[in-house]
């Protein structure tokens, strides 16, 4: 069956981090009154490239549903086609269009919301902020069930800290959700966290367990339960490309995680 196109217009683009090239993307579907989406979702961009071939690209959707738009997030990959003809102004000018189809994918929130160990690094920030948007609303009532959500982004540099004030703000306002922004390549001046993902996941889910009181590693469900009836009380949402996904894949595993507990997005 044919997918259904829609022609996205943008309403608004800014660059969030130059260095890092990252932007910010806000576009609207002037044909739809709603676009409906679950947060972690994403849409498939459609563009001609130069040679008349029609290229197509995920984007995963950087806002919580609410009218008729949606935002992402995109860097610039060095000689990449869809990366560099949505950052290109003359190419993408404010009242622009490009055409998408979906939404599509599973990275959504497992419900009932339970505590959560949301993981990203890069653009992989995009679901999480729309994870954040749907949990924490600005204009409703809140979703998080009092739940323990935990942000932990990862990336090399400070100015690669997308959307650092709007997490920070959250945090600020909401008591439990705990926002862990972690550097790698950090100068000696920084004075915040250092270091990879999976550190801080793996002291989250340390420092968790011996307050509940549970082993580690975690003992494994009973192996006469089907899958779909398995509930946990904890999950994690892991976004990014496939090296970090992998080791922190790995770190949760080692203690025991069920593969149902991980949920992941790989971008590569
Ligand atoms: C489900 C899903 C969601 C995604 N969401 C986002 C998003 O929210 N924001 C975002 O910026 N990207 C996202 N991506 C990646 C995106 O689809 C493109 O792959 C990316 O924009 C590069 O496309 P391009 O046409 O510019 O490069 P291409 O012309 O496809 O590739 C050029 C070169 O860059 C390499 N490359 C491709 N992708 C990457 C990458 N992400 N990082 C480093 N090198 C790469 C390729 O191997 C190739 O060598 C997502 C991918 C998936 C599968």
């Given at each position: 069956m044919?997918?259904k196109?829609?022609?996205a217009?943008?309403?608004?683009?800014?660059?969030?981090s130059?260095?890092?090239q990252?932007?910010?993307?806000?576009?609207?579907?002037?044909?739809?009154e709603?676009?409906?989406?679950?947060?972690?979702?994403?849409?498939s961009?459609?563009?001609e490239?130069?040679?008349?071939?029609?290229q197509?690209?995920?984007?995963s959707?950087a806002?919580?549903?609410?009218?008729?738009g949606?935002?992402v997030?995109?860097?610039?990959v060095?000689?990449?086609f869809?990366?560099?003809h949505l950052?290109?102004?003359?190419?993408?000018?404010?009242?622009?269009?490009?055409?998408?189809?979906?939404?599509?994918?599973?990275?959504?929130?497992?419900?009932?919301?339970?505590?959560?160990?949301l993981?990203?690094?890069?653009?992989?920030?995009?679901?999480?902020r729309?994870?954040?948007?749907?949990l924490?609303?600005?204009?409703?009532?809140?979703r998080?069930?009092?739940?323990d959500?935990?942000?932990?982004?990862?990336?090399?540099?400070e100015?690669?800290?997308?959307?650092?004030?709007?997490?920070?703000?959250?945090a600020?306002r909401?008591?439990?959700f705990?926002y862990?922004?972690?550097?790698?390549?950090?100068p000696?001046t920084?004075?915040?966290?250092?270091?990879?993902?999976q550190?801080?996941v793996?002291?989250?889910?340390?420092?968790?367990?011996?307050r509940?009181?549970?082993p580690?590693p975690?003992?494994p469900?009973?192996?006469s339960?089907p899958?779909?009836?398995?509930?946990?009380d904890?999950?994690?949402?892991i976004?990014?490309?496939?090296?970090?996904?992998?080791?922190v894949?790995?770190?949760?595993?080692?203690f025991g995680?069920?593969?149902k507990?991980?949920?992941?997005?790989?971008?590569d």
């Amino acid at each position: 069956m044919a997918r259904k196109l829609y022609t996205a217009r943008l309403a608004r683009k800014e660059c969030i981090s130059e260095p890092a090239q990252c932007f910010h993307f806000e576009f609207v579907i002037d044909e739809l009154e709603h676009f409906p989406y679950s947060p972690g979702q994403f849409v498939s961009a459609v563009a001609e490239d130069p040679h008349g071939k029609q290229q197509t690209r995920a984007y995963s959707i950087a806002s919580a549903a609410g009218g008729n738009g949606f935002d992402v997030c995109v860097n610039r990959v060095e000689g990449g086609f869809f990366s560099n003809h949505l950052a290109d102004l003359p190419d993408l000018p404010i009242g622009g269009t490009i055409q998408i189809h979906g939404p599509h994918g599973y990275f959504t929130l497992r419900e009932p919301v339970t505590d959560s160990i949301l993981i990203a690094t890069g653009t992989g920030i995009a679901p999480m902020r729309a994870f954040a948007q749907w949990l924490f609303p600005a204009d409703g009532p809140d979703r998080s069930n009092g739940k323990d959500i935990w942000l932990v982004y990862g990336t090399r540099y400070e100015s690669d800290i997308y959307y650092r004030q709007e997490f920070e703000a959250l945090a600020a306002r909401h008591p439990n959700f705990h926002y862990l922004a972690t550097l790698s390549r950090a100068p000696e001046t920084w004075p915040g966290l250092r270091g990879y993902v999976q550190e801080y996941v793996a002291k989250i889910v340390a420092e968790r367990a011996a307050r509940l009181g549970q082993p580690l590693p975690l003992t494994p469900p009973d192996v006469s339960i089907p899958a779909a009836q398995l509930s946990f009380d904890i999950h994690a949402y892991i976004c990014g490309l496939n090296n970090m996904v992998s080791a922190v894949r790995e770190c949760l595993t080692a203690f025991g995680w069920h593969k149902k507990q991980i949920v992941f997005e790989r971008y590569d």
